[in-house]
């Protein structure tokens, strides 16, 4: 392989310049065609155009089918697609002026469909088609001239381009469009500087969801790893290790919407007799029994805490009790030999061994603590200032229809994520370093 | 769990023992591995762990008029129990449809919002990991950085592009889907779904594939497979662990999910979890039927997560313990 390739792209080294040039002209009027059909303005009568099919008449006609139905038509037809783009990558980049017609044949044929199938309006389906053929020009000339060989770059696209589509449409685009809205008001008519932003830091809805999102990310990671630790380590000495572990893992596999059910008969708070068992207990000490969920301050964040750490030990525990037993056993072997104690082994043992896992659990909770919805809104509903970022966000947008402050509440919410996953990427960056 | 593969060394002379006189080494070893106050210790975090659950087991079998005025331990003093719940629950529920319909759309939510984002997730994982090209670790880090834009981020534009359509400057690319009057349109909830797992999805499976050796892929290169080839029959097969542990992942969160259903699903087309949170009745005076609808709810992950369970932990540390 290595050898052909040298190869093929010696001769060719002088015109990489040329073949560069030619990309960029290419590209320069794929953009060019773009804004002109940007100044062609509005048209009065639009209407979607379409080639007999669409995107959309497939949702439709699938729509109206029984749900079970849907399953197995749906899972077939993607299967289909898949088979498609999977013989694309198979035998287009093979040599021959057979493949070679094939490539070219994708290159135009897919980005026209693709486009078409999303219905653009009338005036403005000469462009679509013509950014098309133009986007698939460029993609064929660069294959052809690529340094590898004709049909390594169509091979990498086909791979990457379902992936990519999903993410710049639906993360890339609504970040970017998300973080321009936080700086416009209600209706994002009008630019208001950091208004959105003072807002949230001033308003009690708002600062309320910053300190309670606060508090989430900082307890419920280490306590439930801690617990999910502990029983590990526990349940790794323990007889019916594989049936211990399954009542604590059950929680993982309960919705929040069910913990929220199985809960509210926790903290249930009534005038007579206590249904709710936390209040029973109180009652049956002889105390006045709490609402638990009005209690402020921070009472009742800390009970809806309890809820998350209580469906998030488990996975913990799962993870990290696979990583204790890949410890290697002589290490405790040498360990008791020098005279430490089980206490000591696990500190000093144990802990080290699993870093890596108790790494991967903790950010994974904190980000999952950050993003919590479900909780929130099934068992408070935000109220008594037990609101968090992810539930205010979409408490604003849907109750008041306030998209400026949204948007600022889940832009603060991503400046909480972002240092997590910088030192995720770091971390993997180390690990590939020492691989 | 416990069927997880340790690949842990063995001592030569400890086997050698082991082989000799396996049954007294067996013994000691279990005695030395099980200790009395650890069992102890578990089973009291284990019984913690249980009551909540347990409790509302209890309630789903009593008659409603006891629920509401009694706790569910007084079941033990005066037992009553009745199977009613269950059939009260499949049949009543929210606004637009009842717990059985629903129950249906999670299914028909579920499986192809997992099938979709693992096989285009597992084509770019295979472009990550054994197609070189420029830029190939930065792109790799975007992917997984994109974890950071919470889901609440995304939902309004992604709804608005969903039913608005994009409209730059007046000129329309793409008018948007109109599937209003559709009885059971899971398009966009699937779409949606798909394109949250992505990132993770695409991190998990790449940790994996990229651990399979490099030199199965070259013999097939050199056998005449391309990539198409070696993708479906080599990688996938391999991958296989890590593939069922994201799915298992996935059909959890999917299964379990609230919030982007009720954004993205229409109101013929909700989810369990939809229809379980309104079912409590305006008074929250129908908690009975929670609790027996939270058990209907309940029991499918659980086969799920049992049926493919040796694989979860296996898939998912791949890449994550190593280094």
Redesign the interface.
Same mark, same amino acid.
């Given at each position: 392989?290595a050898t052909v390739t040298e190869q093929r792209s010696t001769p060719r080294r002088l015109s990489r310049t040329v073949t560069g040039i030619i990309i960029l002209v290419a590209a320069v009027l794929a953009v060019a065609a773009f804004l002109f059909?940007?100044l062609? @303005?509005?048209?009065p009568d639009?209407a979607?155009t379409t080639l007999g099919f669409s995107?959309?008449s497939f949702?439709?006609w699938?729509? @109206?089918?029984?749900?079970?139905l849907?399953?197995p038509i749906?899972?077939v037809i993607?299967g289909v697609v898949?088979g498609v783009?999977?013989?694309?990558?198979?035998?287009a980049?093979?040599p021959g002026p057979g493949y070679f017609w094939l490539r070219v044949a994708a290159c135009f044929v897919i980005p026209v469909i693709a486009f078409m199938v999303?219905?653009?309006?009338q005036?403005?389906v000469v462009y /679509?088609v013509g950014i098309a053929l133009l986007a698939g020009a460029i993609l064929f000339f660069a294959d052809y001239r690529a340094r590898e060989g004709a049909g390594y770059v169509f091979?990498?696209i086909v791979?990457?381009a379902?992936?990519?589509i999903?993410?710049l449409?639906?993360?890339?685009?609504?970040?970017i469009?998300?973080v321009v809205q936080s700086f416009f008001d209600k209706t994002g008519a009008n630019f208001v500087w950091f208004d959105n932003y003072v807002w949230t830091f001033t308003n009690p809805y708002g600062f309320w969801s910053v300190i309670n999102t606060v508090i989430w990310a900082l307890i419920a990671p280490i306590v439930a790893t801690s617990?999910g630790l502990?029983?590990a380590?526990?349940?790794?000495?323990?007889?019916?290790?594989?049936f211990? $572990?399954l009542?604590?893992?059950?929680?993982?596999?309960?919705?929040?919407?069910?913990a929220? /059910?199985?809960?509210?008969?926790?903290y249930d708070y009534r005038q007579g007799?206590?249904?709710?068992?936390l209040n029973?207990v109180v009652t049956w000490f002889g105390g006045q029994p709490i609402g638990w969920l009005d209690a402020q301050p921070l009472l009742n964040t800390i009970c809806l805490l309890a809820v998350f750490i209580?469906s998030q030990? @488990?996975f913990a525990m799962? /993870?990290l009790?696979?990583?204790i $037993?890949?410890?290697?056993?002589?290490q405790h072997e040498a360990a008791q030999l020098d005279g430490a104690n089980a206490l000591q082994r696990f500190f000093n043992v144990t802990v080290p061994g /699993?870093r890596?896992?108790l790494i991967?659990v903790l950010t994974t909770i904190t980000?999952a603590a950050?993003?919590v919805?479900?909780i929130v809104?099934?068992m408070t509903g935000g109220r008594a200032n037990t609101s968090v970022l @992810?539930f205010e966000?979409?408490n604003q947008?849907q109750r008041f229809q306030s998209?400026g402050h949204?948007?600022a509440l889940?832009?603060v919410?991503?400046l909480f994520?972002?240092p997590l996953?910088v030192y995720?990427?770091l971390q993997?960056? $180390?690990?590939k370093e020492?691989? | 769990m416990a069927t997880i593969d340790i690949d842990a060394p063995v001592d030569t002379r400890a086997a050698r023992t082991a082989q000799r006189n396996p049954r007294k080494e067996e013994r000691d070893a279990r005695r030395k591995l099980t200790s009395r106050g650890a069992t102890f210790a578990a089973v009291i975090i284990a019984i913690f762990w249980t009551i909540p659950t347990f409790g509302l087991f209890v309630t789903s079998f009593r008659p409603g008029a006891d629920s509401n005025t009694t706790g569910w331990w007084t079941v033990f003093v005066n037992p009553s129990f009745t199977l009613q719940n269950y059939f009260d629950a499949l049949t009543s529920g929210g606004t637009a449809l009842t717990l059985g319909e629903s129950f249906l759309n999670s299914l028909a939510i579920a499986i192809p919002a997992t099938l979709i984002p693992i096989s285009i997730a597992a084509l770019a994982a295979y472009a990550f990991a054994w197609i070189p090209f420029k830029g190939r670790g930065i792109l790799f880090v975007f992917v997984f950085a994109l974890q950071i834009v919470p889901i609440q981020m995304a939902l309004v534009p992604l709804l608005s592009l969903f039913s608005r359509g994009l409209t730059i400057a007046g000129v329309g690319i793409f008018p948007g889907f109109s599937l209003r009057g559709i009885d059971h349109s899971f398009a966009t909830v699937w779409i949606a779904h798909a394109i949250f797992a992505m990132p993770l999805a695409i991190f998990l499976l790449h940790n994996f594939i990229s651990e399979i050796p490099g030199e199965l892929i070259e013999a097939a290169r050199v056998d005449g497979a391309g990539h198409g080839q070696i993708f479906f029959r080599m990688i996938i097969p391999l991958a296989m662990p890590a593939i069922a542990s994201f799915a298992i992942f996935q059909f959890l969160w999917v299964w379990n999910d609230l919030l982007v259903a009720t954004i993205f699903a229409p109101s013929a087309s909700l989810p369990l979890t939809q229809t379980l949170n309104s079912l409590s009745g305006t008074w929250g005076d129908r908690w009975y039927l929670q609790s027996a609808g939270t058990f209907i709810s309940i029991v499918v992950p659980l086969i799920v997560f049992f049926a493919l369970q040796r694989f979860f932990v296996r898939g998912l540390l791949a890449g994550a313990t190593k280094g």
């Amino acid at each position: 392989m290595a050898t052909v390739t040298e190869q093929r792209s010696t001769p060719r080294r002088l015109s990489r310049t040329v073949t560069g040039i030619i990309i960029l002209v290419a590209a320069v009027l794929a953009v060019a065609a773009f804004l002109f059909m940007l100044l062609g @303005g509005p048209s009065p009568d639009a209407a979607p155009t379409t080639l007999g099919f669409s995107l959309n008449s497939f949702f439709v006609w699938i729509g @109206g089918l029984h749900p079970l139905l849907q399953i197995p038509i749906v899972v077939v037809i993607f299967g289909v697609v898949v088979g498609v783009i999977l013989l694309l990558i198979e035998y287009a980049p093979r040599p021959g002026p057979g493949y070679f017609w094939l490539r070219v044949a994708a290159c135009f044929v897919i980005p026209v469909i693709a486009f078409m199938v999303l219905r653009p309006y009338q005036n403005s389906v000469v462009y /679509i088609v013509g950014i098309a053929l133009l986007a698939g020009a460029i993609l064929f000339f660069a294959d052809y001239r690529a340094r590898e060989g004709a049909g390594y770059v169509f091979q990498l696209i086909v791979f990457l381009a379902p992936a990519a589509i999903l993410l710049l449409t639906g993360l890339v685009y609504p970040a970017i469009s998300t973080v321009v809205q936080s700086f416009f008001d209600k209706t994002g008519a009008n630019f208001v500087w950091f208004d959105n932003y003072v807002w949230t830091f001033t308003n009690p809805y708002g600062f309320w969801s910053v300190i309670n999102t606060v508090i989430w990310a900082l307890i419920a990671p280490i306590v439930a790893t801690s617990i999910g630790l502990v029983y590990a380590a526990f349940v790794d000495r323990a007889r019916g290790e594989k049936f211990l $572990k399954l009542w604590v893992f059950m929680p993982v596999a309960i919705s929040f919407v069910g913990a929220g /059910i199985i809960w509210k008969f926790v903290y249930d708070y009534r005038q007579g007799e206590q249904i709710g068992l936390l209040n029973a207990v109180v009652t049956w000490f002889g105390g006045q029994p709490i609402g638990w969920l009005d209690a402020q301050p921070l009472l009742n964040t800390i009970c809806l805490l309890a809820v998350f750490i209580w469906s998030q030990t @488990g996975f913990a525990m799962v /993870i990290l009790s696979a990583s204790i $037993k890949a410890v290697p056993a002589d290490q405790h072997e040498a360990a008791q030999l020098d005279g430490a104690n089980a206490l000591q082994r696990f500190f000093n043992v144990t802990v080290p061994g /699993i870093r890596s896992a108790l790494i991967v659990v903790l950010t994974t909770i904190t980000i999952a603590a950050l993003k919590v919805y479900d909780i929130v809104a099934v068992m408070t509903g935000g109220r008594a200032n037990t609101s968090v970022l @992810g539930f205010e966000m979409v408490n604003q947008q849907q109750r008041f229809q306030s998209y400026g402050h949204s948007s600022a509440l889940a832009v603060v919410l991503f400046l909480f994520v972002l240092p997590l996953i910088v030192y995720n990427v770091l971390q993997m960056r $180390k690990q590939k370093e020492i691989r | 769990m416990a069927t997880i593969d340790i690949d842990a060394p063995v001592d030569t002379r400890a086997a050698r023992t082991a082989q000799r006189n396996p049954r007294k080494e067996e013994r000691d070893a279990r005695r030395k591995l099980t200790s009395r106050g650890a069992t102890f210790a578990a089973v009291i975090i284990a019984i913690f762990w249980t009551i909540p659950t347990f409790g509302l087991f209890v309630t789903s079998f009593r008659p409603g008029a006891d629920s509401n005025t009694t706790g569910w331990w007084t079941v033990f003093v005066n037992p009553s129990f009745t199977l009613q719940n269950y059939f009260d629950a499949l049949t009543s529920g929210g606004t637009a449809l009842t717990l059985g319909e629903s129950f249906l759309n999670s299914l028909a939510i579920a499986i192809p919002a997992t099938l979709i984002p693992i096989s285009i997730a597992a084509l770019a994982a295979y472009a990550f990991a054994w197609i070189p090209f420029k830029g190939r670790g930065i792109l790799f880090v975007f992917v997984f950085a994109l974890q950071i834009v919470p889901i609440q981020m995304a939902l309004v534009p992604l709804l608005s592009l969903f039913s608005r359509g994009l409209t730059i400057a007046g000129v329309g690319i793409f008018p948007g889907f109109s599937l209003r009057g559709i009885d059971h349109s899971f398009a966009t909830v699937w779409i949606a779904h798909a394109i949250f797992a992505m990132p993770l999805a695409i991190f998990l499976l790449h940790n994996f594939i990229s651990e399979i050796p490099g030199e199965l892929i070259e013999a097939a290169r050199v056998d005449g497979a391309g990539h198409g080839q070696i993708f479906f029959r080599m990688i996938i097969p391999l991958a296989m662990p890590a593939i069922a542990s994201f799915a298992i992942f996935q059909f959890l969160w999917v299964w379990n999910d609230l919030l982007v259903a009720t954004i993205f699903a229409p109101s013929a087309s909700l989810p369990l979890t939809q229809t379980l949170n309104s079912l409590s009745g305006t008074w929250g005076d129908r908690w009975y039927l929670q609790s027996a609808g939270t058990f209907i709810s309940i029991v499918v992950p659980l086969i799920v997560f049992f049926a493919l369970q040796r694989f979860f932990v296996r898939g998912l540390l791949a890449g994550a313990t190593k280094g």
